[in-house]
């Protein structure tokens, strides 16, 4: 998979980049995360690329032509013009795990990170294929959801994680939280470790997580239960 972020702070996906799962599938060539400076793209001496809005108002817009012109690069390096453009916003519709697991299945997307008060509407209009936001509230920029959507997204990609059992077995992957979990030691200031998860008994433990797992989704997430 090929991901592409459009970004005019791209220094903040450097150090995320390098480490754990995700800097794993990157140096292992699983995944292609490529980071594009929207200045790079600006024909302005100055390399502006806001402006103010017209009708007047506070805050300034990014402005259309690098936008346009860093899509239409990337669509052209990667020599389909098809590929799925997603302008990150807290108007979008709100991101999940099914999400995540729909777009760990493409082989190319296009993230635009906005600033500002945003983008330019013909940007929206002519560019975009899809709105996405991480939550009712607002960010100042749309790397940091940029970095919430890549890493929900390549850990689902098969031969990213270790055990692709364990992504498989989190919350929300089926319409329950996860179980319960504990590791050495057995005795942790008199706080034990539950007398099934030690009795080798795999088809008892199954059973146990599967309680376990419905109890907190009804106590936490009701919502979540199909009827
Ligand atoms: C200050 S926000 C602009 C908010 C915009 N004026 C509005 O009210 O819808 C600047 C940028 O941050 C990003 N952003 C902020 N909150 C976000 C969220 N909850 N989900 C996704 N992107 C967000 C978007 O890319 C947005 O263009």
Redesign the pocket.
Known sequence: MRIDIISSIPEIFDSFLLKGIVGRAVSNGIVEVVIHNLRDYTDDPHLSIDDYPFGGGPGMVLKPEPIFKAVESIKNDIGSPDVKVI??????EVFNQQKANELSKMENIILL???????DERVREALVDEE???????????EI?ALVLIDSIIRLIPGVMGNYDSAKSDSFQNDYLDYPHYTRPENFRGMTVPDILLSGNHAKIDEWRKKKSLERTLRRRKDLISE
Not at 113 to 119: A, F, L, P, Q
Not at 132 to 142: Q, R
């Open positions: 302008f990150l916003t807290p108007q979008g990170c906005g600033r500002y008060k945003g983008v996405i936001s991480i939550g009712d509230y607002v960010l100042s920029g749309g959801p």
